[in-house]
Nanobody, 116 residues
Framework: QVQFVESGGGLVQPGGSLRLSCAPS????????MGWYRQAPGSKREFVGS???????VFGDFVKGRFTISRDNAKNTVYLQLNDLQPEDTAVYYC??????????WGQGTQVTVSA
């Protein structure tokens, strides 16, 4: 069972930034892709973005260039940089990793709250 250590969530004012980290219990090279979904209260889980093993990124339409995803192989960690955060970005952000066999593993989630 793959586990993830997630960190970096918190409370930020509108226009602020946060960086989320996600470190799996096995090497990130084992994953075809890693990324994040988010879920706000009363809403469905929504795709935020991902990074593949060859550093190709895909993002949800709502991101509009505000977020970036990167990976540090030496630290075995993937990062989600959240910029220009708005109240509608408030949600629990879930890290995931998709294995080569297409199995998806989920982290426990980290809360991001954007409020003045």
């Amino acid at each position: 069972q793959v586990q993830f250590v997630e960190s970096g969530g918190g409370l930020v004012q509108p226009g602020g930034s946060l960086r989320l980290s996600c470190a799996p219990s096995e090497t990130i090279s084992n994953f075809a892709a890693m990324g994040w979904y988010r879920q706000a209260p009363g809403s469905k889980r929504e795709f935020v973005g991902s990074i593949t093993s060859i550093n190709s990124n895909v993002f949800g339409d709502f991101v509009k260039g505000r977020f970036t995803i990167s990976r540090d192989n030496a630290k075995n960690t993937v990062y989600l940089q959240l910029n220009d955060l708005q109240p509608e970005d408030t949600a629990v952000y879930y890290c995931y990793g998709r294995s080569i066999d297409s199995t998806v593993h989920w982290g426990q989630g980290t809360q991001v709250t954007v409020s003045a």
